[in-house]
């Protein structure tokens, strides 16, 4: 059993009856009183987000977790179907276990996070870039040059990015999975 010194960034734990990805954590060591460990986690099963503190030496249930490359293969109404690429199995996961997943294309590898004891996927991180092609882009507005003015464009999965002026349909672009934005156009 670990304790809350051994807390660390992608440590899984179990706490209030649901698993936990440390996203963030603080040692605190003040002047007066005792030390403890601030944390910011995240629920691998519906992705919210809470902040945590635990006293010095608070004793914490780690939970074992594998991570496997799959294949992205296709969704439907309920969420997603994968693919390991090593013994060709297909896994099924929800659409809530994984955040901005309208950038996700078929035949992309995803890292999917799998509990050790029976292998239950608890959630998928998509890359944190991707390549794109624009299939719909709003017209450049002539004169509009002078700041770094940006224009809705539609990706080939259907998500909107918001890109430069210059960018039009058919080019192909870099795209940040975390925020949604525009890095860069590609060659």
Do not use: W
């Not at 929800?94 to 509990?115: C, R, S, Y």
């Not at 002078?146 to 918001?162: D, H, Q, S």
């Not at 058919?170 to 060659?187: F, M, P």
């Amino acid at each position: 059993m670990a304790t809350s010194n051994d807390i660390r960034k992608g440590l899984c734990i179990e706490y209030s009856n649901d698993i936990f990805k440390v996203i963030e954590f603080l040692h605190v060591k003040p002047g007066k009183g005792p030390a403890f460990v601030r944390t910011k986690l995240k629920s691998v099963t519906n992705g919210k987000v809470i902040d945590n503190t635990f006293s010095a030496g608070h004793r914490i249930d780690e939970v074992k977790v594998i991570t496997r490359k799959f294949q992205y293969l296709y969704d439907d109404d309920n969420g997603f179907h994968f693919m390991n690429n090593d013994e060709f199995s297909q896994i099924y996961i929800n659409k809530d276990m994984i955040e901005n997943a309208q950038f996700m294309k078929p035949g992309e590898e995803v890292t999917i996070i799998l509990k050790e004891a029976d292998e239950s996927p608890l959630s998928a991180e998509i890359p944190p870039t991707v390549y794109l092609d624009v299939v719909e882009a709003d017209p450049g507005v002539k004169g509009n040059t002078a700041t770094n003015a940006l224009k809705n464009a539609i990706v080939e999965t259907g998500a909107r990015v918001m890109v430069p002026l210059f960018i039009e349909a058919g080019d192909k672009i870099k795209v940040n999975t975390e925020d949604g934005s525009y890095l860069e156009r590609v060659k």
